[in-house]
């Protein structure tokens, strides 16, 4: 009986540590959530400032996010790979290295005046935050009881959406005031070079914290050869998934290409005409609306299906973006920063309705899913198409789609079901 009580004072003393640790890593990992919401957004502020300095059309300057979000695509499997063989943590360390990289490449391109450097660096900055998310998202879902995994995602997604929302005051600051005042385009692309220098220092800094952190050793290796044990099937066969991946396609693509174009949206004299310093302040309220709103509908949802939220802020996004296409002055900024607020519940919404009643096959939708967010680089270019065609206000015409069928989704499309 004495070695029994012993045995079951040691598991509880055993749990307690483990919960510890897990508290103590989950708040370690929020910070990671930050800085690439943080340097996500700064893509918003790079691109109305490097076409000034490059003297870009709009779809050229899309090429920003076009090499930002097509690294998602090209290096998650790969990513996914390095994650299984290294484990979690060295992931999240290797991701902050290569991240850092690419801030440095910052330095460079100003030098050399080249925006195929830029992109280059674009391009080896979103291949560490790649290899970051692929790494973090799955450990922060395992550092704990399986039936809370949803909520503390949403709980460090939060700090990504803090990092969006703060990230404009920095860019406008640090960035486009520097630019402003610069005599030459040499000196405004120069603009760029020690903001992304403190970010680089930033990133190597945590990835020499994330080194010596003493964090809990969860193996992604046992979870992929338990799966592989029992593989057969495809999470393809599954309508409601395939349908989810082209939700979000769409849906990262139209929140990107509004993000992407909201600078000169209103820097427009029929909307605002501000000042590209002013007005990269207000994107702050466009990603600080998603931040709020994953707040509000997380409580909502728990009196609601999530089908029928989806599909409401959809047709809702839809209305707002209608009014900022064919209004003018306050009524239009106001319009297109309210879209935010709608966007905020549609990642996590349409994430989990596509993963629902696919058991084994749950981690290869979880890819298919991550694939999808090729759609930030792809729907941004074409709205660039656009605006040099048709012009900005117009252009906003392409994310009402996108919407529609996100709205389609949350109503039918994500009702579970098989394929032949």
Same mark, same amino acid.
């Given at each position: 009986?004495?070695?029994?009580?012993?045995?079951?004072?040691?598991?509880? @003393?055993?749990?307690?540590?483990?919960?510890?640790?897990?508290?103590?890593?989950?708040?370690?990992?929020?910070?990671?959530?930050?800085?690439?919401?943080?340097?996500?957004?700064?893509?918003?502020?790079?691109?109305?400032?490097?076409?000034?300095?490059?003297?870009?059309?709009?779809?050229?300057?899309?090429?920003?996010?076009?090499?930002?979000?097509?690294?998602?695509?090209?290096?998650?499997?790969?990513?996914?790979?390095?994650?299984?063989?290294?484990?979690?943590?060295?992931?999240?360390?290797?991701?902050?290295?290569?991240?850092?990289?690419?801030?440095?490449?910052?330095?460079?391109?100003?030098?050399?005046?080249?925006?195929?450097?830029?992109?280059?660096?674009?391009?080896?900055?979103?291949?560490?935050?790649?290899?970051?998310?692929?790494?973090?998202?799955?450990?922060?879902?395992?550092?704990?009881?399986?039936?809370?995994?949803?909520?503390?995602?949403?709980?460090?997604?939060?700090?990504?959406?803090?990092?969006?929302?703060?990230?404009?005051?920095?860019?406008?600051?640090? &960035?486009?005031?520097?630019?402003?005042?610069?005599?030459?385009?040499?000196?405004?692309?120069?603009?760029?070079?020690?903001?992304?220098?403190?970010?680089?220092?930033?990133?190597?800094?945590?990835?020499?914290?994330?080194?010596?952190?003493?964090?809990?050793?969860?193996?992604?290796?046992?979870?992929?050869?338990?799966?592989?044990?029992?593989?057969?099937?495809?999470?393809?066969?599954?309508?409601?998934?395939?349908?989810?991946?082209?939700?979000?396609?769409?849906?990262?693509?139209?929140?990107?290409?509004?993000?992407?174009?909201?600078?000169?949206?209103?820097?427009?004299?029929?909307?605002?005409?501000?000042?590209?310093?002013?007005?990269?302040?207000?994107?702050?309220?466009?990603?600080?609306?998603?931040?709020?709103?994953?707040?509000?509908?997380?409580?909502?949802?728990?009196?609601?299906?999530?089908?029928?939220?989806?599909?409401?802020?959809?047709?809702?996004?839809?209305?707002?973006?209608?009014?900022?296409?064919?209004?003018?002055?306050?009524?239009? @900024?106001?319009?297109?920063?309210?879209?935010?607020?709608?966007?905020?519940?549609?990642?996590?919404?349409?994430?989990?309705?596509?993963?629902?009643?696919?058991?084994?096959?749950?981690?290869?939708?979880?890819?298919?899913?991550?694939?999808? &967010?090729?759609?930030?680089?792809?729907?941004?270019?074409?709205?660039?198409?656009?605006?040099?065609?048709?012009?900005?206000?117009?252009?906003?015409?392409?994310? &009402?789609?996108?919407?529609?069928? &996100?709205?389609?989704?949350?109503?039918?499309?994500?009702?579970?079901?098989?394929?032949?």
């Amino acid at each position: 009986m004495a070695s029994l009580s012993n045995t079951g004072i040691s598991q509880h @003393m055993t749990d307690a540590t483990q919960g510890a640790d897990y508290r103590f890593a989950l708040t370690s990992l929020t910070s990671l959530f930050f800085m690439w919401g943080f340097i996500t957004c700064l893509n918003d502020i790079l691109i109305p400032h490097l076409k000034g300095v490059f003297d870009l059309s709009y779809s050229q300057a899309m090429l920003v996010q076009f090499c930002f979000f097509g690294a998602y695509f090209l290096v998650s499997l790969p990513a996914g790979a390095i994650v299984k063989k290294l484990g979690y943590q060295k992931g999240i360390a290797l991701g902050l290295v290569i991240a850092a990289v690419g801030c440095l490449c910052f330095y460079p391109a100003a030098s050399m005046h080249s925006y195929p450097v830029f992109l280059m660096a674009l391009f080896i900055l979103a291949s560490g935050i790649t290899l970051l998310q692929v790494s973090a998202n799955p450990y922060v879902s395992m550092l704990g009881d399986a039936k809370t995994a949803s909520s503390r995602l949403t709980m460090t997604q939060a700090f990504n959406a803090l990092g969006t929302t703060v990230a404009p005051f920095f860019g406008a600051l640090l &960035i486009l005031n520097e630019a402003a005042d610069a005599l030459s385009a040499q000196a405004s692309a120069e603009a760029v070079q020690m903001p992304y220098v403190f970010l680089a220092a930033m990133l190597l800094g945590l990835a020499a914290i994330f080194s010596w952190l003493k964090l809990p050793n969860l193996s992604p290796v046992e979870e992929g050869e338990k799966a592989q044990d029992e593989d057969d099937g495809s999470a393809w066969q599954y309508r409601h998934l395939v349908l989810g991946a082209v939700g979000i396609f769409v849906y990262v693509g139209a929140e990107v290409a509004i993000g992407s174009f909201l600078v000169s949206f209103f820097a427009d004299p029929n909307i605002a005409g501000l000042e590209e310093s002013q007005a990269a302040k207000y994107i702050a309220y466009y990603w600080g609306g998603a931040m709020v709103g994953r707040f509000i509908g997380a409580a909502v949802m728990q009196k609601i299906s999530a089908g029928k939220a989806l599909c409401f802020n959809a047709a809702l996004a839809v209305i707002l973006i209608l009014v900022a296409v064919f209004s003018s002055g306050t009524l239009a @900024m106001v319009a297109i920063l309210l879209v935010g607020l709608c966007n905020s519940i549609m990642f996590p919404t349409i994430f989990s309705l596509a993963i629902q009643g696919l058991g084994k096959h749950t981690s290869q939708a979880s890819g298919i899913l991550c694939l999808a &967010i090729v759609g930030g680089a792809i729907i941004p270019l074409f709205q660039g198409l656009l605006a040099d065609s048709v012009g900005v206000q117009s252009a906003f015409i392409l994310p &009402i789609f996108c919407y529609f069928f &996100i709205a389609y989704y949350g109503l039918s499309g994500s009702k579970p079901s098989v394929t032949a």
